[in-house]
Each structure stands twice: as structure tokens, then as C-alpha cells.
């Protein structure tokens, strides 16, 4: 058979778990938690399982789940998405993006997304065949250069993806990114994907700038989330979209046939569990001590530490340590030190190889000591 994605081999993600596995290692590649979610929230899932809810969904996502997402946009962003026609309730992040992209790209269109870029766009771009134009984040600050955006933007360009926290480079864009958006997009047909999957997570006091609270921009935004980030859950797989009404239908078109629905109980127990409606806030304290904690236990290793400002992960420079390429160096942390890392060339389409290799610190205090104490003697 032909391969539709000639290019693309096992993500990055299954190779470093696989071989942190095998080795024994301590995995701070994947992002995931290595702690647990709540007590009630298994409850609140066993309840209505036994109560009989096992069954599909309305292919929008639970009524009661969709209310407590419109609730909680509304009072973060201040912008009031109907339950109805709004907001719908994905099987992760990586399917609402997938659907999007799926409803909006057409054979021949661009769609800019910004390098380093999270592994699942472009495949998804390219399966819709769309071309990806790449727009460069430059280390070490991996800033937008808002004027080769515009210059970028032509008839052919269809879509815009941007993500803020960002994956891997631990960046936060402010509003003024956004009012820059806004301003290269308006009079245009440009639709937007936000995957603000770490939303939640922005450290140092700044604010979360999301294109839900861009009046502008929230009218031709897909806005992305997933509870796997927010609530220690990344197995369950359940995220959301909200867009406005028009954007919203051609995303149902396309996601009733390639998923239908998310899983009932679990969207029911999310249901209860945001009823709450704080839980989210604790989570950039809770994250940013864990980034201060590995930060000061890494202080006197020879890894050169960039700045972390959201997300669960770290950005490292080891060229005091090793020449190596950074696919080589994450290889042998694992193999010879016992810590994995995600090579951040995975997130470049022609494999760039910056000498930069990402940690993820979403662990215990305990697991992260233990890493530290490793890689403090490399
Ligand atoms: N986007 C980004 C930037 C991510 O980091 C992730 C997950 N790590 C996803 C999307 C996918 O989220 P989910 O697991 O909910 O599919
Ligand atoms: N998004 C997670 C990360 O960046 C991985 C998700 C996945 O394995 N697909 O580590």
C-alpha cells in the first residue's frame, strides 16, 4: 500500500515510554502524571456506571458536561458559548484537533502552525491534504515573529494553529500575541485552532490569554481543552472543543462519524466533579512548585535550564555535556543514566536539532529527586 504519511514513523512519545520501560528508566519523556486523580472522581465514574450509564452519549457530549464547561468558559473568558450548539465534548485534545482540521482543510490549503509543533498537526494536515507552513519559534525564547505570520498569510491559507501554554517550549503567549492574531486574520476566511490544552497551568502570577476571551478571535476559533492535563487523567482521554455555531456544525459533520461520541460515565463523573467549579485554579500552584522543585534540584547539574512558564515540562541545553545529536543524547540519558526525555527535534518536520531535550515534571516529589540525583552526575 501506498503510505498516506510516507514521512511518519512511531511518535516519539510511544518511543522514549517503550524504551524508558525497558531500561528501567525513570520516564520523564511522555507527559503524563505519575500520581493519581482524586478518590471522589473514581466514585463519581463507579456511580454511574452501576446507576446503568453505559451506554452512547448524545454525540455532543453529556448534557450536564457541557453546561459545566460553558459554565466554567464563562467565568474564565467571559464569553457565553451555547450548550446546545457550542461546545462539544472529544475522546482527548488529539481528536478534537484531528476533527478541526478534519471539517475545515481542503485539498490545497495552508494551514501555518508554529515549529517546534506538537507532533499530531501536521499529519492531521496533510491527511486532509492540506500543506503545513511553518512559521519558526526561535530558541532561546521561542517568541512569534508576528511580521513573518503576516507575511506567511496568503488566499491559500485556511487555518491557523497556534497553543498556548506551549508544548514542548513551555511558553506563554500574552493578549498582545492575541490582538496580533487578530489583527493578520481579520477580513479573512482564516479559521483558528487554540489548543490550550495546559490552560490551567501558567506559572508566575501571568494570566492564561485564551482566544475564548478575544471577542475577535473567539469568533473564528476552534478552542481546544483536554481533562487529561487538568485533572491527572491522560489514560480517559476526554477533552472539548467550544467555536461558535457555524464553525461548531461542520465540526459535528465530522465528528459524529469518526468517534460519535466520548465515554458516558466518565463524562458524567467530570460533570459532577467540575460542579465545584475551583478545582482547575489550584493547579498552576500545584504545578509551578513541582517546576521549582525540579528546577533547584537540577541548579548544580551541567544542564542548562531555559525558562518554564506553562505546561508540565522543562527545556534543557546539554551541550556542556555531550555533542551528541539530541536523539543520540535522550538514547543514552535513558539507557546509561536511567531518566528519559523527548529529543525536541521530534517536533520539527525536518528533524532540526537543536541540542535541546524536554523534561516532563508532572511526577512526585520523590520520583523527581530521584531523577535529579542521576542527573546531577552526567
Ligand atoms: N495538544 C498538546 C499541546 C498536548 O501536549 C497534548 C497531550 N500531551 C494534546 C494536545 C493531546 O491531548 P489529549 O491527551 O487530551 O488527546
Ligand atoms: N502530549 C503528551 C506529551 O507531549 C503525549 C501524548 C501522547 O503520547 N500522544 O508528552
Sequence with gaps: IESRLPGVGTTIFTVMSRLAQECGAINLSQGFPDFNAEDVLFERVAHWMRAGHNQYAPMAGCLPLREAIVRKVATLYGTAYEVESEVTVTAGATQALFTAVTACVRPGDEVIVFEPVYDSYVPAIELAGGRAVRMRL???????????????????TRMIMINSPHNPTATVWSATDLDRLAAITRGTGIVVVADEVYEHIVFDGAGHASCAAHAELAARSFVVSSFGKTYHITGWKVGYVVAPRELMAEFRKVHQFNVFTANTPVQLALADYMADGSRHLALAAFYQAKRDFFRDALAGSRFELLPSRGTYFQLARYGAISDESDAAFCSRLTRDVGVAAIPVSAFFADGRDERVIRFCFAKNEATLAAACERLVRV
Design 138 to 156: 526561535a530558541a532561546p525564547d521561542y517568541r512569534p515573529d508576528w511580521d513573518a505570520v503576516a507575511a506567511a498569510v496568503g488566499p491559500r
